[in-house]
């Protein structure tokens, strides 16, 4: 029992820390430091930290960062914007460069100047992790229990990486090689989907609400592993601001942009930003403004107007743009004149964004009682309102807009 106990303890203190890198450092100063200094220092409303997952590759001569986050960390719930390390970015020099360089060229502190500059809001604080620290406090946490959908392989890695699918107890190296792997597929959002997984998975294991103590001495250990300009009173702030935190209260998003390919001489692969998609994710993650942003957007397509691979066309421009497409089809008939944007939920701002984003205002917007003739013939085709805000009928006056 007294082991069982310490396990979950040790579960509960990395679930409120880790991935978000308030996998907290503190010296070993005791209760005392804690109620003396601590219970009298101010927190601001929110604390912005960038999170760095730094690699290693043996022989190289620098370090990039593998992983970049920004923790917006607030009352009772956290918002994590995810930098692809490809991102193109301009570094105080005026040269642009990929983002993950900057950790190689100028260690945590450029790191932190680059990303501040980025996203035009300041980042104060910084917690870094290599690979061996991950593993070690995955494993301090007793590890995490993942399901994973199906096998991840690639012998290209060192070392070579090969997850069974299925329920499983991973320990630290097998989290650092689900966290790793990258599909050609998916790219960086599947990397990010599983770094998602993982946090959650965590959160949902914890134990029971710990002492203070607890917290101290798992904080205490953790300094072993990272590395942090955050002071100890701020650490010990954030992590009992953290501690009732649930999967529910984490946001988690990926700063949007374009994959481009040149040449070697011209910087290779590499992801230039949307500047304005990014402007409205930092805008709602970071400055905490009422913004609606397309990814929250679920459209259903219905080619209304008979034309092969209308709704197709238009519904790889609106995941473009950045919309969460659910469903592709066809509509009960294909004699529609006009087109409409059938509102779902009634959330005006979604409406409008769907709107002036990328139909640039071509459709008609009405409610489901509007159309409730059309709205039978959907449900008879298997096609309802359920799980979208939004339901898209092409007809024969709609134009692609260019």
Same mark, same amino acid.
């Given at each position: *029992?007294?082991?069982?106990?310490?396990?979950?303890?040790?579960?509960?203190?990395?679930?409120?820390?880790?991935?978000?890198?308030?996998?907290?450092?503190?010296?070993? $100063?005791?209760?005392?430091? =804690?109620?003396?200094?601590?219970?009298? #220092?101010?927190?601001?409303?929110?604390?912005?930290?960038?999170?760095? !997952?730094?690699?290693?590759?043996? !022989?190289? $001569?620098?370090?990039?960062?593998?992983?970049?986050?920004?923790?917006?960390?607030?009352?009772?719930?956290?918002?994590? &914007? #995810?930098?692809?390390?490809? %991102?193109?970015?301009?570094?105080?020099?005026?040269?642009?460069?990929?983002?993950?360089?900057?950790?190689?060229?100028?260690?945590?502190?450029?790191?932190?100047?680059?990303?501040?500059?980025?996203?035009?809001?300041?980042?104060?604080? =910084?917690?870094?992790?290599?690979?061996?620290?991950?593993?070690?406090?995955?494993?301090?946490?007793?590890?995490?229990?993942? $399901?994973?959908?199906?096998?991840?392989?690639?012998?290209? %890695?060192?070392?070579?990486?090969?997850?069974?699918?299925?329920?499983?107890?991973?320990?630290?190296?097998?989290?650092?090689?689900?966290?790793? =792997?990258?599909?050609?597929?998916?790219?960086? @959002?599947?990397?990010?989907?599983?770094?998602?997984?993982?946090?959650?998975?965590?959160?949902?294991?914890?134990?029971? $609400?710990?002492?203070?103590?607890?917290?101290?001495?798992?904080?205490?250990?953790?300094?072993? =592993?990272?590395?942090?300009?955050?002071?100890?009173?701020?650490?010990?702030?954030?992590?009992?601001?953290?501690?009732?935190?649930?999967?529910?209260?984490?946001?988690?998003?990926?700063?949007?942009?374009?994959?481009?390919?040149?040449?070697?001489?011209?910087?290779?692969?590499?992801?230039?930003? /949307?500047?304005?998609?990014?402007?409205?994710?930092?805008?709602? *993650? @970071?400055?905490?403004?009422?913004?609606?942003?397309?990814?929250?957007?679920?459209?259903?397509?219905?080619? !209304?107007?008979?034309? %092969?691979?209308?709704?197709?066309?238009? #519904?790889? @421009?609106?995941?473009?743009?950045?919309?969460?497409?659910?469903?592709?089809?066809?509509?009960?008939?294909?004699?529609?004149?006009?087109?409409?944007?059938?509102?779902? %939920?009634?959330?005006?701002?979604?409406?409008?964004?769907?709107?002036?984003?990328?139909?640039?205002?071509? @459709?008609?917007?009405?409610?489901?009682?509007? &159309?409730?003739?059309? *709205?039978?013939?959907?449900?008879?085709?298997?096609?309802?309102? /359920?799980?979208?805000?939004?339901?898209?009928?092409?007809?024969?006056?709609?134009?692609?807009?260019?």
């Amino acid at each position: *029992m007294i082991r069982r106990r310490q396990n979950e303890q040790r579960r509960r203190a990395l679930s409120i820390a880790f991935l978000l890198g308030i996998s907290i450092a503190v010296s070993a $100063t005791g209760y005392w430091w =804690y109620k003396s200094r601590v219970e009298s #220092s101010p927190l601001a409303e929110r604390v912005h930290i960038l999170i760095l !997952g730094v690699d290693y590759v043996p !022989g190289a $001569t620098a370090r990039r960062s593998d992983t970049i986050f920004v923790a917006s960390i607030g009352e009772g719930e956290v918002r994590v &914007l #995810s930098i692809p390390r490809d %991102t193109h970015v301009k570094f105080p020099d005026g040269r642009v460069e990929k983002v993950n360089a900057a950790y190689a060229f100028g260690g945590a502190e450029l790191a932190r100047t680059v990303i501040s500059n980025f996203l035009g809001v300041e980042i104060k604080h =910084y917690i870094v992790i290599d690979y061996d620290g991950f593993e070690k406090l995955i494993d301090l946490a007793g590890g995490v229990t993942l $399901t994973v959908e199906k096998p991840l392989k690639d012998e290209k %890695t060192k070392p070579p990486i090969d997850i069974p699918a299925g329920t499983q107890k991973f320990n630290g190296k097998m989290a650092l090689a689900y966290v790793r =792997y990258r599909d050609p597929v998916t790219g960086d @959002l599947g990397r990010l989907q599983r770094q998602r997984q993982l946090l959650e998975a965590l959160l949902r294991q914890r134990a029971p $609400t710990q002492s203070l103590h607890d917290l101290q001495q798992f904080v205490t250990t953790a300094q072993r =592993y990272i590395e942090t300009n955050l002071a100890p009173v701020l650490l010990y702030r954030i992590a009992q601001r953290l501690q009732n935190l649930r999967p529910e209260h984490v946001q988690i998003k990926q700063i949007p942009g374009e994959s481009v390919c040149k040449s070697a001489k011209e910087g290779g692969c590499y992801i230039e930003p /949307d500047p304005v998609r990014t402007a409205q994710l930092v805008n709602k *993650m @970071l400055r905490g403004m009422d913004i609606v942003t397309a990814d929250e957007v679920r459209i259903k397509v219905l080619n !209304g107007a008979g034309v %092969t691979g209308l709704a197709r066309r238009v #519904s790889e @421009l609106l995941r473009n743009e950045g919309f969460s497409v659910v469903h592709v089809g066809n509509a009960d008939r294909f004699d529609y004149t006009q087109s409409y944007i059938i509102d779902i %939920t009634g959330n005006p701002k979604k409406i409008e964004l769907l709107r002036e984003r990328s139909l640039r205002s071509l @459709l008609k917007v009405v409610k489901p009682e509007e &159309l409730s003739a059309t *709205m039978k013939g959907l449900a008879a085709k298997g096609v309802t309102g /359920d799980g979208a805000d939004a339901i898209i009928i092409l007809g024969q006056d709609f134009k692609i807009p260019e």
